[in-house]
């Protein structure tokens, strides 16, 4: 009986203890993000033909190297979205890619920002540029 007490127990405290645990996991990072379909593909519409960004871009968003961030959650006007950011190996001051993701992966924005320049690509509009100068802090 003692027995039989201490495995119900033991199950309730895994049972309460899980959630706890699950919820403070960090988000992935881009490049695991993009090893995901919807957000691989998402990355591919807006960069796919996009010839003006720099090249490492595309060479990270073929598997490539990048210097990368966990990604972030944000909702925005009922929306929800991920933020990924990477930077070009050892070149993060000048040169930063924010990537803005519907949490679906459905869609996908960004925002390029080097030293005295910064570039949207996904086609934003005006509230969604704006969004992305906000995750750029800029």
Request: hydrophobic share 45%; with cysteine.
């Given at each position: 009986m003692i027995g039989l007490v201490r495995a119900l127990l033991a199950c309730l405290?895994?049972?309460?203890?899980?959630?706890?645990?699950?919820?403070?996991?960090?988000?992935?990072g881009l490049d695991e993000l993009l090893?995901?379909?919807a957000f691989k593909e998402a990355w591919d519409k807006v960069f796919r033909r996009e010839r003006n960004?720099?090249?490492w871009v595309h060479v990270f968003g073929g598997g490539g190297e990048g210097?990368?961030?966990?990604?972030?959650a944000?909702?925005?006007?009922?929306?929800s979205y991920l933020v990924g950011l990477v930077c070009r190996p050892q070149a993060c001051e000048d040169n930063r890619l924010f990537v803005l993701f519907r949490e679906d992966g459905s869609q996908a924005w960004a925002l390029w920002v080097g030293r005295d320049l910064a570039l949207s690509y996904?086609?934003?509009t005006p509230a969604m540029r704006a969004l992305l100068a906000e995750v750029a802090g800029r």
């Amino acid at each position: 009986m003692i027995g039989l007490v201490r495995a119900l127990l033991a199950c309730l405290v895994l049972f309460v203890a899980l959630p706890a645990t699950h919820a403070q996991q960090p988000l992935p990072g881009l490049d695991e993000l993009l090893k995901r379909p919807a957000f691989k593909e998402a990355w591919d519409k807006v960069f796919r033909r996009e010839r003006n960004i720099d090249r490492w871009v595309h060479v990270f968003g073929g598997g490539g190297e990048g210097t990368v961030q966990p990604t972030r959650a944000l909702a925005r006007d009922g929306v929800s979205y991920l933020v990924g950011l990477v930077c070009r190996p050892q070149a993060c001051e000048d040169n930063r890619l924010f990537v803005l993701f519907r949490e679906d992966g459905s869609q996908a924005w960004a925002l390029w920002v080097g030293r005295d320049l910064a570039l949207s690509y996904g086609q934003p509009t005006p509230a969604m540029r704006a969004l992305l100068a906000e995750v750029a802090g800029r």
